[in-house]
C-alpha cells in the first residue's frame, strides 16, 4: 500500500498534543491529501507533524520554529522545492530536508543532495519507506546534536547518582519519580553537593532522553551575552554578531533546559524567561518573529531565593515557575556513608586519566575523611583525591596525602601562607585569598567587588579552585 491510499482517520487525535514528540517534523507539499497522509503516518509513530501546503507558508514555519527534519516537495503548485533549498537551508542549518518527488530521476536526486537535501523519497512510497527515512535522519540529527553538545560542554558526570544514606536515597527516589514528568525542578543545596549530577539524571530519567538537554551557567555569563545564550540573536543585531545563533532553547526543543546557579540570572531578564516559561515563546535578539520550543527547565542553585524575592532581587511569579518541585540536596557531611564509595570512583577515574595505578584508601585516611566536615563537599572530595591519587607514591593512600580543609603540609598559620613572599605557588595564594574574601562578604557580588574582578570570573575561579 502506497501512503496515498491510506485513509485518514477522523478518530486521530488533533496533532501538537504529546508534551515530547519523537521529533519535529514539517512537511511542504500542495497536495493536501498526501500531507494529510503524512501526518497521519508519522503522527501515530509518534512524530509531531507541521504541514504547509504552499513554499511561502512552509518557509514562515521553518524561520519561527525548530524543526528536525522536513519533507519537502519538489514542485509545489508553480514554485520549485529544489530552488528553495538553499534558502530553506539557511533559515533552519540544523533541519535535515528530505526531497519528495514524483520522478524517479537520478539527476533530481543528485541535484538536491548537492543543494544540501540529506536524502531523497520516491513518490509514491509506503508509510514504512516514509517512516524509514523520517527515522534515519532523526538518527543523524541526535547524534549531531549530542557531539556538538559534548563539544560544547566537555566531560560531565554521567553515571547516575545512588546513596547508602537514607535520606539521600529518597530524594533520589523521588527525583526519579518527578523526571518522568514535565514539571519544572528546582534542585537546592550547598555548593559541590551534586545539583548539576543530578540535573544530568533527571534529563536521562525522562522520557525527553533522547532529545538535547542544554546548560546555562547563569553567572559565567554577563547579561547581554546571556539572553543570546538563551534565545539566540539575529546576524548584524549586535557589534559582532556576525552570524544568527539560534540559541539553547532552540537546541534543546524537545528535551531539558538546565539554569545552573539561576539566582544569579539577571532581573532585567527575568520577564522573559518567565514570558518563555509560561507561553513556550520566544523571540531571537533582532528578530521579531515569535518562536516556540519546548523545553523542560531545571534549575538550580545554592542561594536564597525566598530571601532574594524579599530584597527584589528575584521575582516571585518566576521563582513559582521554576520551583513546581523543589529537591534539596543534603552536603557531604550529613550523607557520610556514601565518601568511600565516592572516593573510590574519584580514585578510579583519576588514576584512568593520569595513567597510575589505582590506590587504596588507608583506614587512617578514611578516618580522617569521616571526622572532616567538607564544606566544598563532593567536589572537594573529588580534587582531595585527585590531589593524592597524583601524589600517590605505593599502593595506598595515607592521611598524609589529604590535603584537608586549611593549610598545605608545611604551612601552618594560614595568615602565613597568604602573606607575600610566603613559600607557596600562585595558584594556592590565589585561591586561599579568594577563600578568604569569600567568607567574610555578605554576598558574591560583594566578593567580587573586592577582588576587583566581575562575578562571572569569580563563578569560574570558584568552580577551579573547588570553593
Ligand atoms: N554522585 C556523584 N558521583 C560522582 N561525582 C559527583 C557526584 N556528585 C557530584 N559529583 C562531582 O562533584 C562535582 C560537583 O558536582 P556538581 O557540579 O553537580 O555540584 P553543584 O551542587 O551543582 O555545585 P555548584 O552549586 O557549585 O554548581 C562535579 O565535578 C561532579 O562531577
Redesign the pocket.
Known amino acids: 500500500m502506497c501512503l496515498a491510499d491510506v485513509p485518514p482517520d477522523p478518530e486521530r487525535p488533533v496533532s501538537d498534543s504529546p508534551a515530547a514528540p519523537l521529533g519535529r517534523i514539517l512537511a511542504i507539499d500542495d497536495d493536501r491529501d498526501l500531507l494529510e497522509n503524512f501526518s497521519f503516518c508519522l503522527e501515530s509513530s509518534g512524530f509531531r507533524v507541521h504541514t504547509a501546503s504552499t513554499l511561502q507558508d512552509g518557509m514562515k514555519l521553518a524561520a519561527s520554529q525548530p524543526f528536525h527534519v522536513c519533507l519537502l516537495d519538489r514542485s509545489i503548485g508553480a514554485e520549485s522545492g529544489m530552488d528553495a533549498l538553499p534558502r530553506l537551508r539557511e533559515l533552519a542549518p540544523q533541519m535535515r530536508v528530505i526531497m519528495v518527488t514524483a520522478h524517479s530521476r537520478v539527476d533530481d536526486a543528485v541535484r538536491a543532495i548537492a543543494e544540501g537535501a540529506a536524502d531523497y523519497l520516491v513518490k509514491p512510497c509506503s508509510p514504512e519507506q516514509l517512516r524509514v527515512a523520517v527515522a534515519r535522519q532523526m538518527d543523524t540529527q541526535r547524534m549531531l546534536e549530542k557531539l556538538e553538545r559534548l563539544e560544547r560542554e566537555g566531560p560531565?558526570?554521567r553515571?547516575a547518582?545512588?546513596s547508602r544514606n537514607p535520606a539521600m536515597a529518597r530524594l533520589l527516589t523521588l527525583a526519579e519519580q518527578v523526571a518522568r514528568t514535565d514539571a519544572n525542578i528546582l534542585l537546592l543545596?550547598?555548593?559541590?553537593?551534586?545539583?548539576?549530577?543530578?540535573?544530568n539524571a533527571l534529563h536521562e530519567w525522562s522520557p525527553r532522553a533522547a532529545a538535547p538537554m542544554a546548560t546555562i551557567n547563569c553567572p559565567s555569563l554577563p547579561a547581554e551575552l546571556l539572553e543570546s545564550e538563551l534565545f539566540g540573536h539575529a546576524k548584524g543585531s549586535f557589534t559582532g554578531a556576525t552570524q544568527s545563533t539560534q540559541g539553547r532553547v532552540s537546541n534543546a526543543d524537545g528535551g531539558t533546559l538546565f539554569l545552573?546557579?539561576v539566582g544569579d540570572f539577571p532581573l532585567a531578564l527575568q520577564p522573559k524567561l518567565l514570558r518563555f516559561i509560561q507561553d513556550k515563546e520566544y523571540e531571537r535578539i533582532g528578530d521579531p518573529v515569535t518562536r516556540r520550543a519546548d523545553v523542560r527547565i531545571v534549575s538550580?542553585t545554592?542561594r536564597d531565593l525566598d530571601a532574594m524575592v524579599r530584597d527584589n532581587s528575584f521575582r516571585l511569579d518566576l521563582l513559582y515557575r521554576l520551583n513546581v518541585i523543589s529537591l534539596v540536596?543534603p552536603p557531604l557531611r550529613e550523607r557520610l556513608e556514601d565518601l568511600e564509595d565516592?572516593a573510590m570512583?574519584?580514585i578510579a577515574r583519576y588514576a584512568r586519566s593520569y595513567h597510575l595505578p589505582a590506590a587504596r584508601l588507608a583506614p587512617s585516611a578514611l578516618a580522617r575523611m569521616r571526622a572532616y566536615a567538607w564544606p566544598g563537599?563532593?567536589?572537594e572530595l573529588?580534587n582531595v583525591m585527585e590531589r593524592a591519587v597524583i601524589l600517590c607514591p605505593g599502593e595506598e593512600i595515607g592521611a598524609d596525602l589529604l590535603s584537608l580543609g586549611s593549610a598545605p603540609a608545611g604551612a601552618g598559620d594560614p595568615a602565613a601562607v597568604l602573606s607575600p613572599g610566603a613559600p607557596v605557588t600562585l595558584d594556592e595564594l590565589e585561591r586561599r585569598h579568594i577563600e578568604a574574601v569569600l567568607a567574610n562578604a555578605e554576598t558574591l557580588d560583594a566578593a567580587a567587588r573586592t577582588l576587583g574582578i566581575d562575578s562571572s570570573t569569580l563563578y569560574r575561579k570558584?568552580?577551579a579552585y573547588g570553593l
Open positions: 560531565r558526570e553515571a547518582p545512588t543545596g550547598e555548593s559541590g553537593t551534586g545539583k548539576g549530577v543530578l540535573a545552573d546557579e538550580a545554592n540536596l565516592l570512583t574519584f563537599n563532593v567536589r573529588q570558584r568552580k
